[in-house]
């Protein structure tokens, strides 16, 4: 049901079908659905009114509003541009066993563990590892603004060479807490690492987003000769 409401198949102010025919369609029973109606309504996404139906209260075709950046200019310009508010978790000076095999380790890092929110809605549950000697050139910037806003920004650090992952999973207890959604919802779990030229991880950072804010927009031909492609397409047509 939240899948037809973000395509628009239930538009913003909409009327959705009945619990006859909804029971009909997901060939569930009327308890299920009720239960699914209530966490949508605790969610504010639909308006139950007795004696009128249930109606779509809230238009998710626009929430994925987080475009999941593919290199390391789009990263900093995303991270620049968004309004966030973030909150401290936690804070202590911790070693790194990333799960992302690449670069090497360095000897210590400042471990913060937080919440980023936009427009007062958490995004993402971050556990983020800055190399200490970096952290120390500027603790309060590193702690308060985006870490790689201040990263990009900090003098004679050098980015050269970075990586990330991703693979879709689902939220446990701690994390639905944090983000606000229900536990066993999907969540894109993404795993980004940042070298300097010695190859030593200056950043890494674990992030959970709710899967339904990501949105993933590739270029499939980047870095591929399109004029050369165009000509061997043409060669193969002839």
Not at 97 to 115: C, I, Q, S
């Amino acid at each position: 049901m939240r899948q037809k409401i973000e395509s628009q198949e239930w538009p913003y102010g909409a009327q959705i079908p009945t619990l006859e025919k909804l029971a009909e369609e997901y060939d569930v029973s009327r308890i299920t659905l009720r239960a699914a109606l209530t966490q949508l309504e605790d969610e504010g996404i639909v308006r139950r009114t007795r004696g009128l139906g249930t109606f779509v209260a809230k238009d998710l075709s626009a929430q994925r509003w987080f475009k999941l950046p593919n290199n390391f200019d789009e990263l900093v310009d995303r991270v620049g541009n968004l309004k966030i508010r973030l909150l401290s978790i936690q804070h202590e000076k911790s070693k790194l066993v990333p799960a992302l095999k690449f670069g090497k380790v360095g000897p210590d890092y400042e471990h913060m563990r937080r919440v980023h929110y936009y427009k007062d809605e958490p995004y993402c549950l971050i556990d983020l590892y800055i190399a200490k000697d970096i952290f120390d050139t500027d603790p309060e910037g590193f702690r308060l603004k985006p870490a790689i806003q201040q990263l990009a920004s900090t003098p004679n650090i050098h980015v050269a060479n970075g990586r990330q992952i991703m693979r879709i999973t689902v939220c446990d207890e701690e994390t639905a807490t944090h983000l606000n959604i229900g536990i066993g919802d999907p969540i894109a779990d993404v795993c980004r690492s940042l070298l300097d030229e010695q190859e030593r991880i200056i950043y890494y950072a674990h992030i959970q987003y709710p899967a339904q804010m990501i949105l993933i927009d590739v270029d499939l031909m980047q870095g591929v000769n399109r004029k050369a492609r165009n000509k061997e397409s043409a060669k193969k047509t002839a």
